[in-house]
């Protein structure tokens, strides 16, 4: 038996053996990625990276025709004996690998079991940064990368060939220091977001593999690649540990930035988006408006709606908001004095937990008054800390009612930014006067340039020099913080006075009897589990 293994190994071929000459090939690999693809012409194809013993890499796809003969017989990390298949030119300019040439199977490539190829058989062969940055490079290629994340911005949803996408950027530094910038999309983008915010204390190495080589303005970048790259955090591999072994011992802390405002991204800058594509509105037009449409608004925010509560506890898994249950008890049924958490989409009981920013912000402008919506994601770009920095770490015990504000989220009070909202149909036939947020621009001259090229000609606007609204009354006015939704509803809000630069005064604007809430710490706990019954 042993004989025959042997005889069977020893006349397999190698990848670096494969060419177009004939198609009765045998190989023995292991699939070190997998994915699906769909394309116009081609449809939905099934596209794997192969290595062999010596490590060499191969692309090899699947057509649609035959994706469903093969699909359930292939799995990432696999090692399989490959026997009758085709072998073509390779091309394109998203190669995962240097091969000159592809497999394409056959209806009669033939797959066997075989004994596994190494675990550590990765096929991971980062490049340097230097050799991304000069050039040097070829961007047709795929590539590896491993770094340190030393800066991160908020997840932005910015427009890609008329569909919204969620984009991620990062700053990378290896053992020299040297510095890569990364642009992640898509799911890469809110996943990696989400770990970041889970991070602790500990460095964050990211893992890239297969990544494109991005070329902007003679400035270089490393990006994810539609469903062919794979991002890992901290992963437990041999190059990681040595990598961290080589980094500078200089405990350098995360940083949380704006991104750059003008970047173009495949399609629409967020400054034509706002200052072109948009059309612009104040918030009486928005009351007004009686169709479904999007709209930049440029408005302050003077309050936070704490009745709505700041944040909510969602699944770290399918991101969704968790349900609060009665606890089973073993005696009787529900414990209606305990509770745990419910995943509906996930439908698993005690799922692992991650808080998320819900902000209900009032805002004003010269018009009128209104609230506004911020998910996580946009209020992370205004508070520049995840929302579980602010709520601290999940534990056992009780969980406390998100309605006490932070210190962090009271200091949006007076602040001016440009919104961009969504006017839904239950805005103006239910008369639901809570708009969603699309997208943000906190950067002070986008604002300035917005607020002097694009204002209605004759109104009085802001002048959002320093991005914070100045009392008159340097002690005396007060900054709504945590205004009740009852309180909110009634008051009625009147239009501040301006000449010049931004400078209202709230006690003109507010109620001076309004509610304002103590700032307190809020903790996050969860019910213990009564085992005992």
């Given at each position: 038996?042993?004989?025959?293994?042997?005889?069977?190994?020893?006349?397999?071929?190698?990848?670096?053996?494969?060419?177009?000459?004939?198609?009765?090939?045998?190989?023995?690999?292991?699939?070190?990625?997998?994915?699906?693809?769909?394309?116009?012409?081609?449809?939905?194809?099934?596209?794997?990276?192969?290595?062999?013993?010596?490590?060499?890499?191969?692309?090899?796809?699947?057509?649609?025709?035959?994706?469903?003969?093969?699909?359930?017989?292939?799995?990432?990390?696999?090692?399989?004996?490959?026997?009758?298949?085709?072998?073509?030119?390779?091309?394109?300019?998203?190669?995962?690998?240097?091969?000159?040439?592809?497999?394409?199977?056959?209806?009669?490539?033939?797959?066997?079991?075989?004994?596994?190829?190494?675990?550590?058989?990765?096929?991971?062969?980062?490049?340097?940064?230097?050799?991304?940055?000069?050039?040097?490079?070829?961007?047709?290629?795929?590539?590896?990368?491993?770094?340190?994340?030393?800066?991160?911005?908020?997840?932005?949803?910015?427009?890609?060939?008329?569909?919204?996408?969620?984009?991620?950027?990062?700053?990378?530094?290896?053992?020299?220091?040297?510095?890569?910038?990364?642009?992640?999309?898509?799911?890469?983008?809110?996943?990696?977001?989400?770990?970041?915010?889970?991070?602790?204390?500990?460095?964050?190495?990211?893992?890239?593999?297969?990544?494109?080589?991005?070329?902007?303005?003679?400035?270089?970048?490393?990006?994810?690649?539609?469903?062919?790259?794979?991002?890992?955090?901290?992963?437990?591999?041999?190059?990681?540990?040595?990598?961290?072994?080589?980094?500078?011992?200089?405990?350098?802390?995360?940083?949380?930035?704006?991104?750059?405002?003008?970047?173009?991204?495949?399609?629409?800058?967020?400054?034509?988006?706002?200052?072109?594509?948009?059309?612009?509105?104040?918030?009486?037009?928005?009351?007004?408006?009686?169709?479904?449409?999007?709209?930049?608004?440029?408005?302050?925010?003077?309050?936070?709606?704490?009745?709505?509560?700041?944040?909510?506890?969602?699944?770290?898994?399918?991101?969704?908001?968790?349900?609060?249950?009665?606890?089973?008890?073993?005696?009787?049924?529900?414990?209606?004095?305990?509770?745990?958490?419910?995943?509906?989409?996930?439908?698993?009981?005690?799922?692992?937990?991650?808080?998320?920013?819900?902000?209900?912000?009032?805002?004003?402008?010269?018009?009128?008054?209104?609230?506004?919506?911020?998910?996580?994601?946009?209020?992370?770009?205004?508070?520049?800390?995840?929302?579980?920095?602010?709520?601290?770490?999940?534990?056992?015990?009780?969980?406390?009612?998100?309605?006490?504000?932070?210190?962090?989220?009271?200091?949006?009070?007076?602040?001016?930014?440009?919104?961009?909202?969504?006017?839904?149909?239950?805005?103006?036939?239910?008369?639901?006067?809570?708009?969603?947020?699309?997208?943000?621009?906190?950067?002070?001259?986008?604002?300035?340039?917005?607020?002097?090229?694009?204002?209605?000609?004759?109104?009085?606007?802001?002048?959002?020099?320093?991005?914070s609204i100045v009392s008159d009354a340097p002690e005396g006015s007060m900054m709504l913080r945590g205004c009740s939704s009852q309180q909110s509803d009634s008051t009625s809000l009147t239009p501040a006075k301006r000449i010049g630069a931004p400078v209202i005064n709230l006690d003109e604007t507010?109620?001076?009897?309004?509610?304002?809430?103590?700032?307190?710490?809020?903790?996050?706990?969860?019910?213990?589990?009564?085992?005992?019954?």
């Amino acid at each position: 038996m042993e004989d025959g293994i042997a005889s069977t190994i020893s006349c397999l071929d190698f990848v670096s053996d494969l060419k177009p000459f004939k198609s009765m090939w045998k190989i023995r690999v292991k699939v070190i990625r997998l994915w699906k693809q769909y394309t116009c012409v081609l449809g939905e194809t099934m596209e794997m990276v192969l290595a062999d013993s010596k490590g060499d890499m191969i692309h090899a796809t699947v057509k649609k025709e035959l994706v469903s003969q093969f699909v359930t017989l292939i799995s990432q990390g696999e090692s399989k004996l490959m026997v009758n298949f085709i072998v073509t030119m390779a091309a394109g300019s998203y190669r995962p690998t240097k091969h000159p040439y592809r497999i394409v199977f056959l209806p009669t490539t033939r797959l066997r079991m075989c004994d596994a190829l190494p675990s550590n058989l990765t096929g991971l062969d980062p490049v340097k940064f230097e050799s991304i940055k000069d050039g040097s490079q070829n961007t047709d290629y795929l590539v590896d990368v491993i770094g340190q994340i030393v800066e991160v911005s908020h997840v932005e949803v910015v427009s890609v060939n008329g569909k919204d996408t969620q984009k991620l950027s990062l700053e990378l530094r290896n053992q020299d220091d040297d510095r890569l910038p990364m642009v992640l999309w898509g799911k890469f983008a809110t996943d990696v977001n989400d770990a970041i915010q889970l991070r602790g204390e500990h460095k964050i190495i990211v893992v890239l593999r297969f990544g494109k080589i991005k070329v902007w303005k003679d400035e270089r970048s490393i990006s994810n690649a539609y469903n062919v790259s794979d991002v890992a955090l901290n992963p437990n591999l041999e190059e990681v540990q040595a990598f961290i072994e080589l980094l500078p011992k200089d405990d350098m802390a995360l940083a949380i930035v704006d991104p750059k405002p003008l970047a173009l991204t495949n399609g629409v800058s967020d400054k034509d988006d706002f200052f072109i594509h948009t059309p612009r509105k104040s918030i009486a037009d928005v009351k007004a408006s009686r169709q479904v449409e999007k709209c930049v608004v440029m408005c302050t925010i003077a309050g936070i709606d704490s009745d709505m509560g700041w944040f909510y506890l969602s699944c770290k898994v399918c991101s969704k908001k968790v349900l609060t249950v009665p606890s089973e008890s073993e005696d009787d049924g529900l414990d209606l004095f305990k509770h745990n958490y419910f995943c509906v989409k996930c439908n698993q009981h005690d799922p692992r937990l991650i808080p998320r920013y819900k902000l209900h912000v009032v805002v004003l402008d010269h018009t009128s008054d209104t609230k506004f919506l911020l998910f996580d994601n946009l209020a992370l770009q205004l508070l520049h800390q995840p929302c579980i920095e602010l709520t601290g770490p999940i534990t056992d015990e009780e969980v406390q009612e998100p309605y006490l504000l932070p210190a962090a989220i009271n200091n949006l009070v007076g602040k001016t930014f440009l919104f961009k909202i969504q006017i839904e149909r239950e805005n103006y036939l239910y008369k639901h006067e809570t708009y969603k947020v699309l997208k943000i621009i906190t950067n002070t001259d986008m604002i300035s340039q917005f607020d002097l090229t694009q204002s209605p000609t004759g109104s009085e606007t802001f002048k959002a020099i320093d991005n914070s609204i100045v009392s008159d009354a340097p002690e005396g006015s007060m900054m709504l913080r945590g205004c009740s939704s009852q309180q909110s509803d009634s008051t009625s809000l009147t239009p501040a006075k301006r000449i010049g630069a931004p400078v209202i005064n709230l006690d003109e604007t507010f109620d001076q009897t309004s509610v304002t809430r103590t700032n307190c710490p809020v903790k996050i706990k969860k019910e213990k589990k009564d085992k005992s019954g």
